[in-house]
């Protein structure tokens, strides 16, 4: 389940490339099955931030440095 978030969330692929690999690769995992149902229904996307990061290096959540 991991890797399949982490192809998610930080491949660079856009939802619908990304959900693609993920059934092409996890086929089969009941869990990341749900996970694909969940995001392919979601009527207004999902986001991409993880908590407790910023921007797309993962640089820490305070903002004083």
Do not use: M, W
Request: charged share 30%.
């Amino acid at each position: 389940v991991e890797d399949a978030l982490r192809l998610l969330v930080r491949s660079g692929l856009n939802a619908t490339q990304a959900l693609d690999r993920l059934r092409a690769e996890h086929a089969g995992d009941e869990h990341v099955d749900y996970l694909i149902d969940f995001v392919s229904s979601a009527k207004r996307g999902f986001v991409k931030a993880l908590p407790g990061r910023r921007g797309a290096r993962g640089e820490g959540s305070d903002p004083a440095g």
